[in-house]
């Protein structure tokens, strides 16, 4: 006799959708049989550049050590990060990616009876995390596609442990500014734990932008999650990394796995995280890549949300899923957004300029059918 396990499971897994990735090459290939070398993929946020030189040649010198576990402290890497940030060694929580720095912060402060706070149209990892511990998400309505940072703060209650705020926001792109973030902490009562996920933020020119480790000396409940997902071209690996007090670090030390980040993503983080020159090429070409993508928009007749990240919001004004669908057919890949409450949206990664001309192409060519 089988089993109903999805009704032995926490209350807040049962409301769960699992996490939809980007659509692999492959994958779509496979079922469109298509030729996976004339597929572009502009889904999933990833750096069209390729690594770093750098952290290939740390990853060759590694390869000869993969019988060994990495070092469960990361020591390396967490004091390339302390010394990069001026911070201490006893402030870095490195994770599996960013994500991992999520998940933990729920294991360690949510729970039945408690609830996390954050926006609409914010990173869906926010409610998984939440909601699989037993915990309520408190979901408040965006303004202008953005977190309204008033509306946050009053959405706090005794309940309240954490609040997840993100900048830019994925996958609206949208920011708030330095002002904006110091009047918030000011209000956050000290007890709550604010999650500032800024896995963007490499992406980020001047001070539009607040730099998140700037403020961690005067608020001790503040948290800073960053990814060398993005700009640091390192998806695949997997690496994260938290900045807080010590106290904080201390405690998501607790939950945190053993040996959570492998040997080689800790050198090939701690490579790229020197290499400068391909951090400045990653922006030019984000910079060059938006602006090609925008002007093409504009001469379709398009609109889009304004973002700071390596990634475009779309509105097509209707269903967007069929303009989804006919791309997939164009060996096109973007992604849908329709589970964050925006169907009428595709978000679209910024790629090199031939992958960027692709899209813009494929989706004229769509949209006059």
Known sequence: MSCDFLALALPGVQKLSPYVPGKPVDELARELNLDPAGIVKLASNENPLGPSPKALAAIQNELAELTRYPDGNGFVLKEA?????????????????????????????????????????????????????????????????????????????????????????NPTGTWFGPQALEQFLQQVPSR??????????????????????QFLAAYPNLLVSRTFSKAYGLAALRVGYAASSPEIAAVLNRVRQPFNVNSLALAAATAALEDVDYLQRSRQANTAGMQQLEVGLKALGLSWIPSRGNFIAVDFGRDAAPINQALLHQGVIVRPVAGYAMPSFLRVSIGTEQENARFLQALHEVLSQ
């Open 192 to 213: 709550v734990l604010v999650v500032l996920d800024e896995a963007y933020i490499e992406y980020a020119e001047g001070d539009e932008l607040p730099d998140g480790m």
């Open 81 to 169: 990060l302390a010394r990069h940030y001026n911070l201490n060694l006893e402030q870095i929580t490195l994770g599996n990616g960013s994500n991992d720095i999520l998940e933990m912060v729920a294991h360690a402060w949510l729970g039945p009876g408690l609830n996390a706070v954050f926006s609409a149209h914010a990173f869906a990892v926010y409610p998984i995390a939440t909601q699989a511990v037993g915990a309520q998400g408190k979901v408040v309505p965006a303004k202008d596609w953005g977190h309204d940072l008033e509306a946050l703060l009053a959405a706090i209650d005794d309940h309240t442990r954490v609040v997840f705020i993100a900048n830019p926001n």
